[in-house]
């Protein structure tokens, strides 16, 4: 079982990549047999190759990740967090509720991402 | 499938409770089959009878429940709270997310509350 702070340090790292990573670099950090459902009700996602497609569509994306909060327990670190990803003239903003579970081996076995159509704000990149 | 505005509502109805109902109020949100992990990676309490023994232990505390951030998508709601609580002269506050998943019929299936000592802080209610 990994430690509160190894989960928060986990947590970080991933918020990190999500930001600066390629999506093999943030796919990196999943188990190989992980799951994904972003959001939660949307279809299971499951392996890496999997996985690091649907982060691919970030790829050549300017993105920033900001955590906001994180709380750790047991196996499971859940996170709020804003990601704001600029492309085409528009920002887009969204902060969903992140729940994830780890292996002993701190790669990530589950992600859960909490967030409907209301959690997202566009706007215009430059003022009209 | 519940809508996410009926998710939210029932999870303000979940803190309302906390702050204001009995036990058996509380107990009475989730399904006769439900657990609860609290926090997660501790003992996982299965059933309505445990669930509400489970939060017999706030019965006679002067509790504050409030809202601070909520999510939902498919079956699933993830929220911030802070929940403070009142007695023998110390006042303890504790800001968890909570993931609760629900059935059809609007009952909690599963609570998992993700937090650690670290993120509780008590204090004397009265100065010295």
Do not use: C
């Not at 906001?68 to 528009?90: E, I, P, Q």
């Amino acid at each position: 079982m990994l430690t509160v702070d190894q989960l928060t340090d986990a947590v970080a790292e991933y918020v990190r990549r999500l930001e600066a990573g390629t999506a093999s670099d943030i796919a990196a950090l999943y188990a190989d047999n992980a799951t994904l459902e972003d959001p939660a009700g949307s279809e299971v996602r499951t392996g890496r190759a999997a996985i690091t497609a649907f982060y691919r569509e970030l790829d050549g994306l300017d993105v920033t990740a900001e955590l906001l909060t994180v709380r750790a327990s047991g196996d499971t670190a859940a996170f709020h967090m804003r990601v704001v990803t600029t492309a085409g003239g528009f920002i887009t903003s969204i902060e969903p509720i992140d729940v994830m579970t780890f292996g002993a081996d701190g790669l990530i076995t589950s992600m859960r991402a909490i967030w409907s159509p209301g959690d997202i704000v566009h706007r215009r990149s430059t003022p009209a």
